[in-house]
């Protein structure tokens, strides 16, 4: 079942490739260097390297797939891009309607165009609403999604986590994923940071879920991602959180 490497999801589903960058976390953008090495081989689906493209004949992937599972939408892009119409958008989400035996993770940066879109629709009820925190200049972008009370799961991604992100509310926030950044240009990231997040989701009775260290270990030694490995303080913690 499980087709993709990304450890808190299942499968991915990319009716949207590419994106622009739009704060700290993008800098590093795997998604931009998967996007120019799969243009560089030839494949028909990223012939517009990491220009922003709508793929109609993707829309249907889905229905095919009949045992549930977790789909991250749109990990090549973002869904809710400014560059994407809302008209679109509807098309994803009618066919994640039609497909309620799965649960869609919708993942965004763009959180003000997240409320503006929802503003006008219900959030189905197979969707997980999440938001990117990966710097504390960014925490604004909580408030946004706890706005959207009617979606069944909230969540955040710290993940590149770039500094401390201090004091968190967690209200009515189900989920923290936190990890560290990959690639030889990756970025530092401290283990105090991970244990702060880590205490308040305990505190605050939010699932946390830490990826991996990345290209840092937590000696703050350089190495493989693989050889840093995903242990916090000696134990693998990826809690999921619980659906009522």
Known sequence: ?????????????NPITECTQISAG???????????????????????????????KCLTEPLS????????VCSMSDIFNKAVPFHFIDKIMQIIKNTPQHKYQLLTKRSERMLKY?????????????????????????????????????????????NDLGKLNLKNINWVIVGGESGVNGRLMKQSWVENIKEQCHQQSAAF?????G?????????????????????????????I
């Open 1 to 13: 079942m499980k087709t993709t490497k990304i450890e808190w999801t299942e499968k991915t589903w």
């Open 26 to 56: 993008c800098k590093n953008c795997y998604a931009m260097s998967m996007a120019n090495r799969l243009c560089a081989m030839g494949q028909d689906k990223y012939k517009n390297a990491f220009n922003l493209t709508l793929h109609e």
């Open 65 to 72: 797939w009949k045992m549930p599972a977790a789909i991250f």
């Open 118 to 162: 929802f503003k006008t629709r219900n959030v189905p009820n197979n969707v997980w609403l999440g938001i990117t925190v990966e710097a504390k200049e960014y925490k604004k972008r909580i408030d946004d999604l706890r706005k959207l009370k009617s979606a069944r799961i909230r969540f955040l991604s710290c993940e590149p986590l770039l």
């Open 209 to 213: 879920f830490f990826k991996q260290w």
């Open 215 to 243: 290209t840092w270990g937590a000696d703050g030694i350089k190495r493989n991602k693989y050889l840093n490995g995903k242990k916090l303080n000696g134990e693998i913690i990826q809690e999921i959180p619980q659906v």
